[in-house]
């Protein structure tokens, strides 16, 4: 079970057979627009967000050395956490966030920053999305497949040119895009998928016999 076309098409080509699709859903419950920030009011703005582990692989880095107006704001923990903090002392790092706090803060946002060239799809997209956060990120697996031409986002190999540009996004926009990902949509195609191989193993059973 792959999360998205471009996963597929890649592992097609490397001769993978019987791919199924199972897209990942978001809890419009929890992560919903809220009035206010709970950011430190005496932050500049824009805010401009990542959130997510702090590690080497999320390229956390190619987000904070962009020149941008207002604050960065990273939410999350991770091994490269008190390095960035040293390297970056203008950048805002709140920790991690959990639950309603967590939704909260991706909301106090004004544009979420998704710099990753390695996750094949990216649930923080659809979390920020539903709370009204459009998203600027690189024209790669995962933000293809979940922003791709929807308008909730801006996709460039120059990130911050899509980060600014993404600020003009109506926030309401972004999350009607975050509802099409339901995970009642996710478990649905979970449980299809898995009538789909139990009828594809006992065809392939009987053909053996056959």
Known sequence: MVATQSLEDDLTARGFQNLMRWSRGVD???FHPYEGSVLDPNLEGPIFMNVGRVAVEKNIRAFLELELPGTK????????LESLKREFPEVYFTGPKVGDDLARHYASADVFVFPSLTDTFGNVLLEAMACGVPVAAFPVMGPLDVIGDSGAGILSDNLQEAAIAALEIPRDHCR???????WEASARQFLDNAVRAQELFLSESKASVA
């Not at 704001?73 to 490269?80: E, S, Y």
């Not at 009607?176 to 339901?182: E, F, G, Q, S």
């Open 73 to 80: 704001v990273v939410v999350g923990d991770g091994p490269q």
């Open 176 to 182: 009607k895009v975050a509802l099409r990902y339901t």
């Open 28 to 30: 419009e419950n929890l």
